[in-house]
Nanobody
Framework: QVQLVESGGGLVQAGGSLRLSCAAS????????MGWYRQASGKQRELVAT????????NYAESVKGRFTISRDGAKNTAYLQMNSLKPEDTAVYYC?????????WGQGTQVTVSS
């Protein structure tokens, strides 16, 4: 089993920055990729960014390209999402995701609110 714990959400003004962290524990050797998704109120969950654990690729939603950066620290079993130039439309609950031989696991989510 894999467990994910997110942290780093909060309230920030438009144009500001936040960094989200996602710490993985359990069967971490079975993780092949990690990612961040978000769900705004009344909307479907959408992909924000993903990264392969071997560093082979990263993938971003068009709406965040050039503003958000996904990274991972293998030694800490942690994935990060650096969010710069935040906009009110980035307001959502952000969920960490891990994919591997176990299937898919989700974190509990962390709220990000961007005020105008």
């Amino acid at each position: 089993q894999v467990q994910l714990v997110e942290s780093g959400g909060g309230l920030v003004q438009a144009g500001g920055s936040l960094r989200l962290s996602c710490a993985a524990s359990g069967s971490i050797r079975s993780i092949q990729a990690m990612g961040w998704y978000r769900q705004a109120s009344g909307k479907q969950r959408e992909l924000v960014a993903t990264i392969a654990l071997n560093g082979a690729y990263t993938n971003y939603a068009e709406s965040v390209k050039g503003r958000f950066t996904i990274s991972r620290d293998g030694a800490k079993n942690t994935a990060y999402l650096q969010m710069n130039s935040l906009k009110p439309e980035d307001t959502a609950v952000y969920y960490c995701n891990a994919e591997g031989t176990f299937g898919t696991r989700w974190g509990q989510g962390t709220q990000v609110t961007v005020s105008s």
